[in-house]
């Protein structure tokens, strides 16, 4: 498979403070040269006959590609994130950015911070939005190879020094001041669109309990820490707990099949968490049993295991 060049996605003669020869030498030396090498090694790869070749040589392609392929794609990015205008974000990524980092001077402060951490060195500065949580956050990608799994970036900066040095010489900080300014937030903003039409990794669905109401292990804890009444359901199996040696602090362990003998001794005037192992049937059933009681009941997504994960307290069980 050979990889076709994109045609640069910026109009060079508009951008303020970066020279056409700034941008031509980046364009066609160093993302050309990416898309080169990129080529180069699929076509080494494509010739491979991969049950003889020995793995080091395998892995070192490999590598090898992941780099330009990184650099190719990161280098389109960074030339579409440029265009003249005002520097200042459209009202949809303002909100966005505000949402998630607190405000957009807030961003900037720390999308300018991490591009001058990497000044006189090399790598980028990427703004990804993340759809497992939806939400936008400041990344590095070390060495054209390290990203967030899953994120998408839709802004790049470039700090390798080929891609100020033209202009700039060492001065990196008045290079980011002038990229600032050159932002495209309009595409910028249409990458965000794009990005937040893409679904997060799908959750295991259990559809037998699709209408019982869950709630999540830090809403759980939230409630402990401030002190909100809550009772607390260990709904383990017995066969399961007798072989733990810790339960949740704040929980008690009951019998999930002698529901009928212990539902007496709960308050139907504060909330229930029920939960077993993983979150899945047993609990589902325990909490489903007491709501048919008239028990403002809930189960604890994620069960005892995912309490333990997010490093929740826990006691000795006895």
């Given at each position: 498979m050979r990889y076709q060049l994109t045609p640069i996605n910026?109009?060079?003669?508009?951008?303020?403070g970066l020279s056409l020869r700034l941008i031509e030498s980046h364009y066609e030396n160093h993302y050309g040269g990416a898309l080169r090498r990129l080529n180069a090694i699929t076509?080494?790869?494509?010739?491979?006959?991969?049950?003889?070749?020995?793995?080091?040589?395998?892995?070192s392609l490999k590598r090898e590609e992941l780099v330009a392929l990184n650099s190719t794609l990161l280098h389109e990015l960074y030339f579409a994130s440029m265009a003249f205008g005002d520097g200042r974000p459209t009202q949809m990524l303002a909100q966005a950015l505000t949402r998630d980092f607190g405000s957009v001077d807030r961003w900037r402060s720390e999308f300018v911070a991490m591009a001058k951490g990497l000044a006189g060195g090399s790598g980028w500065v990427l703004l990804?939005?993340?759809?497992?949580?939806?939400?936008?956050?400041?990344?590095?990608?070390?060495?054209?190879a390290e990203t967030t799994a899953g994120g998408i970036p839709i802004l790049a900066l470039d700090m390798y020094e080929h891609a100020y040095h033209i202009d700039f010489g060492?001065?990196?900080?008045?290079?980011?001041?002038?990229?600032?300014?050159?932002i495209d937030w309009t595409s910028t903003q249409a990458r965000y669109e794009d990005a937040s039409k893409v679904e997060g990794p799908r959750p295991l669905v259990q559809k037998e309990f699709g209408d019982l109401p869950g709630i999540g292990v830090e809403d759980v804890k939230a409630m402990l820490d401030s002190g909100t009444p809550v009772q607390i359901i260990d709904a383990r199996p017995r066969s399961y707990i007798s072989r733990q040696q810790d339960?949740?602090?704040?929980?008690?362990?009951?019998?999930?099949?002698?529901?009928?003998?212990?539902?007496?001794?709960?308050?139907?005037?504060?909330?229930?968490?029920?939960?077993?192992?993983?979150?899945?049937?047993?609990?589902?059933?325990?909490?489903?049993?007491?709501?048919?009681?008239?028990?403002?009941?809930?189960?604890?997504?994620?069960?005892?295991?995912?309490?333990r994960a997010i490093g929740g307290p826990l006691k000795l069980y006895t």
């Open positions: 910026t109009r060079p003669w508009l951008l303020n076509e080494q790869l494509e010739s491979l006959d991969f049950d003889t070749t020995p793995g080091y040589v395998v892995n990804v939005y993340v759809p497992r949580d939806r939400r936008l956050s400041n990344q590095y990608p070390g060495d054209h060492a001065n990196a900080t008045a290079y980011i001041d002038t990229f600032q300014r050159n339960i949740m602090d704040g929980a008690v362990w009951r019998d999930p099949e002698r529901v009928r003998d212990w539902i007496g001794q709960l308050s139907k005037s504060d909330p229930v968490v029920v939960f077993c192992a993983y979150g899945f049937h047993v609990g589902c059933k325990t909490a489903i049993a007491l709501r048919e009681a008239g028990f403002d009941a809930k189960y604890m997504k994620g069960g005892h295991s995912a309490w």
